[in-house]
């Protein structure tokens, strides 16, 4: 059974940080781009950032460059989301997902075949 499972979100202050995990099984992970993504409510799902199959490429939203960092661990199946300097409207439901398309080529939502269920992330004083 193919899984993405997010974990770490949670309630942090306004310039606080976050590190979201996103474990998966059930297929070859090493061969997938990985993206994270996020929907507020109310608002549509947006690409947050995506890692290409060999982490060798990584690419952010503009909202969210300079404070994210996206990194992977194929070995333990891994990937991860480091979220920094938070902001109230970074509050959103984040998911990562996976698509065996190359980053490169700018893949689109329904380009990610798996997805995780998602986690909650709240920046709230």
């Known amino acids: 059974e193919v899984q993405l499972v997010e974990s770490g979100g949670g309630l942090v202050h306004p310039g606080g940080s976050l590190r979201l995990s996103c474990a998966a099984s059930?297929?070859?992970?090493?061969?997938?781009?990985i993206g994270w993504f996020r929907q507020a409510p109310g608002k549509e799902r947006e690409a947050v950032s995506c890692?290409?199959?060999?982490?060798?490429?990584?690419d952010y939203a503009a909202s969210v460059k300079g404070r994210f960092t996206i990194s992977r661990d194929n070995r333990r199946r891994m990937m991860f989301l480091r979220m920094g300097s938070l902001k109230p409207e970074d509050t959103s439901v984040y998911y990562c997902?996976?698509?065996?398309?190359?980053?490169?080529?700018?893949?689109?939502?329904?380009?990610?075949?798996?997805w995780g269920q998602g986690i909650q992330v709240t920046v709230s004083s």
């Open positions: 997902a996976a698509t065996g398309r190359r980053v490169s080529s700018s893949p689109s939502q329904k380009d990610y075949e798996y």
């Open positions: 890692i290409a199959q060999s982490a060798r490429y990584t």
């Open positions: 059930g297929f070859t992970v090493a061969g997938y781009a």
